[in-house]
């Protein structure tokens, strides 16, 4: 009996060692930099997986980025195209000199007309612009070079360049916004058989070259004349002068007196080619 108990003992000592034996290779404790028994996902210094993101400073191809930790280039500022100013010896929609010498070519000429029953406030100006600002803030803001605003749309700081005369201006206060074509002048040539609002737009366009802003000195100057009673004392802005004082009569339907017409063709003249 005590032989067969000692032969089980032996039979089940056996049995556990064998079932030991089995579990070998088998890691249950902390994992280190790689499991027992399988390779590196990828090799030292081969490249990534398709699908990886290269390491830094290295390509695809595991080469030296030459651009690695340089400075990104910044990517240019969107700006919006300056819109077209009397500073820069433009207006909105300002004709060439060959297009200019057409329009006056086809302007209808005829003596002036009575002044009678004229006042400029049938000529409603400045109209809102919207935004807390009139026409001529609109103006300043246009023709200026850091102009400043405040809250009601006043432009309480900047500088302009009156293209009438050379006149730097700093305070706008010094300065007038013209008509190209004076109201009065307009009246006598057309817009006295206008509507209020047709008037209206006349003094407010900002489509046009009729509306610029000029030292004040040489808007009072000019008064209600036209380009053979007053010429801009900068000669050089009688190109822009007639090709504007044109544009406007034309657009607006308005008659030249022959004296007028001379005077604009003079004053193209001086645009070359």
Same mark, same amino acid.
């Given at each position: 009996?005590?032989?067969?108990?000692?032969?089980?003992?032996?039979?089940?000592?056996?049995?556990?060692?064998?079932?030991?034996?089995?579990?070998?290779?088998?890691?249950?404790?902390?994992?280190?930099?790689?499991?027992?028994?399988?390779?590196?996902?990828? +090799?030292?210094?081969?490249?990534?997986?398709? =699908?990886?993101?290269? %390491? &830094?400073?290295? *390509?695809? @191809? !595991?080469?030296?980025?030459?651009?690695?930790?340089?400075?990104?280039?910044?990517?240019?500022?969107?700006?919006?195209?300056?819109?077209?100013?009397?500073?820069?010896?433009?207006?909105?929609?300002?004709?060439?000199? +060959?297009?200019?010498?057409?329009?006056?070519? =086809?302007?209808?000429? %005829? &003596?002036?007309? *009575?002044? @009678? !029953?004229?006042?400029?406030?049938?000529?409603?100006?400045?109209?809102?612009?919207?935004?807390?600002?009139?026409?001529?803030?609109?103006?300043?803001?246009?023709?200026?070079?850091?102009?400043?605003?405040?809250?009601?749309?006043?432009?309480?700081?900047?500088?302009?360049?009156?293209?009438?005369?050379?006149?730097?201006?700093?305070?706008?206060?010094?300065?007038?916004?013209?008509?190209?074509?004076?109201?009065?002048?307009?009246?006598?040539?057309?817009?006295?058989?206008?509507?209020?609002?047709?008037?209206?737009?006349?003094?407010?366009?900002?489509?046009?070259?009729?509306?610029?802003?000029?030292?004040?000195?040489?808007?009072?100057?000019?008064?209600?004349?036209?380009?053979?009673?007053?010429?801009?004392?900068?000669?050089?802005?009688?190109?822009?002068?007639?090709?504007?004082?044109?544009?406007?009569?034309?657009?607006?339907?308005?008659?030249?007196?022959?004296?007028?017409?001379?005077?604009?063709?003079?004053?193209?003249?001086?645009?070359?080619?």
């Amino acid at each position: 009996m005590r032989r067969q108990k000692n032969k089980w003992i032996t039979v089940l000592t056996a049995a556990a060692l064998l079932a030991l034996a089995g579990c070998e290779g088998v890691d249950s404790g902390p994992a280190g930099p790689e499991s027992k028994g399988h390779a590196s996902a990828t +090799a030292p210094g081969s490249p990534s997986r398709t =699908g990886d993101a290269p %390491a &830094p400073g290295a *390509t695809a @191809t !595991g080469k030296a980025d030459p651009t690695a930790g340089a400075t990104p280039t910044a990517k240019p500022t969107r700006t919006s195209t300056p819109r077209p100013s009397a500073g820069d010896g433009t207006l909105p929609g300002m004709p060439t000199a +060959a297009h200019s010498r057409r329009l006056l070519a =086809g302007l209808t000429v %005829a &003596p002036q007309g *009575t002044m @009678t !029953g004229y006042n400029r406030d049938k000529f409603p100006h400045w109209a809102g612009q919207g935004d807390s600002c009139d026409t001529r803030e609109t103006i300043l803001q246009r023709d200026g070079k850091g102009v400043r605003r405040d809250a009601q749309c006043r432009a309480v700081s900047g500088r302009w360049v009156s293209v009438y005369d050379g006149k730097v201006i700093t305070s706008a206060s010094g300065l007038d916004i013209d008509h190209t074509v004076p109201l009065a002048n307009a009246w006598r040539s057309g817009a006295r058989s206008w509507t209020q609002e047709q008037r209206k737009a006349f003094a407010n366009d900002l489509s046009h070259p009729q509306l610029l802003a000029v030292s004040a000195s040489s808007n009072r100057s000019k008064g209600d004349q036209g380009p053979d009673e007053w010429q801009p004392p900068l000669e050089s802005y009688w190109c822009a002068y007639g090709r504007s004082w044109t544009s406007v009569k034309s657009t607006y339907g308005l008659t030249v007196t022959s004296a007028e017409k001379a005077m604009l063709g003079r004053m193209l003249a001086t645009c070359g080619s």
